[in-house]
């Protein structure tokens, strides 16, 4: 469901954004409240999150319920991804090297190698770091999951096209910026980067997240 901060959070980074960055302020009081929708921190949002990688978001989500469908309805489970012959998983539209990524990433699940409840309890950095040591587990994947799985303030997807296609428009910028400049042009919404990353994402599709 969408989440809402509690008012006086909500204020306090509406305020510190306006006040730092009036360009994006103007993208704020466009957009109105932050209601960024919240997925759980688990095996299925992160098998998710693969899926997306590199795809439309319309085929994805396809490509997505087909997979759920097949291993049996509701959230996406270690055990009935591994029940999933490849071959089968490759008729729902998966690419190999995705299956194998699922598939390793399910049974590290199950071996307990990859605890999903003990990432709530680690840092940013530390996070990013369990995430990306997984196999087909990148830097824009592990973003992801911070900001949408585990609820993190202060994060900023400088490798994600959108973001950097919205800081053109925004700022006038002749080329897309490079990730490298996208966080130095960052750093002033300090400490609130999900929120200002989410108004960014906002500018391009007034309704995705919602």
Do not use: C
């Not at 591994?82 to 299956?99: V, W």
């Amino acid at each position: 469901m969408p989440f809402r901060m509690r008012p006086f959070r909500m204020r306090k980074a509406i305020l510190a954004l306006e006040e730092a960055d009036p360009l994006l302020g103007a993208v704020i009081g466009q957009v109105g409240p932050y209601r960024i929708r919240y997925l759980p921190p688990s095996f299925d949002t992160l098998v998710k999150s693969i899926v997306f990688q590199q795809l439309s978001g319309r085929v994805a989500g396809a490509i997505f319920a087909r997979l759920r469908e097949a291993a049996g309805g509701g959230e996406l489970t270690p055990e009935a991804l591994l029940r999933l012959p490849p071959a089968r998983m490759r008729k729902l539209g998966l690419s190999r090297q995705k299956i194998a990524y699922a598939r390793g990433i399910a049974a590290q699940a199950l071996s307990g190698e990859l605890d999903f409840g003990g990432l709530r309890s680690l840092s940013d950095e530390e996070a990013i770091r369990v995430l990306t040591g997984l196999k087909g587990v990148g830097e824009w994947t592990a973003h992801m999951f911070l900001i949408f799985a585990l609820r993190r303030k202060d994060v900023l997807p400088a490798g994600d096209l959108g973001i950097q296609a919205a800081v053109k428009k925004l700022y006038g910028l002749p080329a897309m910026p490079k990730p490298r400049e996208l966080e130095r042009l960052g750093e002033k919404w300090r400490p609130w980067r999900t929120v200002a990353s989410w108004y960014l994402w906002r500018t391009l599709e007034p309704d995705a997240n919602l």
